[in-house]
Nanobody
Framework: QVQLVESGGGVVQTGGSLRLSCAAS????????MGWFRQAPGKDREFVST????????YYADSVKGRFTISSDHAKNTVYMQMNSLKPEDTAVYYCAGSRAMGLSPIPQRYDYWGQGTQVTVSS
């Protein structure tokens, strides 16, 4: 089994920055890609970004492209997401997810492991 633990959420003003971290433990060798999703109150879970462990290839939702950057540190089994120029509409619970599949998928059902989530609140 794989355990994912997110950290780094908080409250920030519009235009500010935060860096989320996701530490993986357990059978991490089974993970091919890692992703970030978010869910605002009353809304469906939404894809944010994803990265392939082996190549570092990335894929972003249009809504965050140019503002968010996903990266990975294999030595620490950790994935990061640097979030800049934050907007109130970025407010949500952010979830880290791991997939055994190689594809950079935006579909939540393609991910096998999930963290507990971390709250990000952007005040206007």
């Amino acid at each position: 089994q794989v355990q994912l633990v997110e950290s780094g959420g908080g409250v920030v003003q519009t235009g500010g920055s935060l860096r989320l971290s996701c530490a993986a433990s357990g059978r991490t060798f089974s993970i091919s890609t890692m992703g970030w999703f978010r869910q605002a109150p009353g809304k469906d879970r939404e894809f944010v970004s994803t990265i392939r462990w082996s190549s570092g290839a990335t894929y972003y939702a249009d809504s965050v492209k140019g503002r968010f950057t996903i990266s990975s540190d294999h030595a620490k089994n950790t994935v990061y997401m640097q979030m800049n120029s934050l907007k109130p509409e970025d407010t949500a619970v952010y979830y880290c997810a791991g997939s055994r599949a190689m594809g950079l998928s935006p579909i939540p059902q393609r991910y096998d492991y999930w963290g507990q989530g971390t709250q990000v609140t952007v005040s206007s």
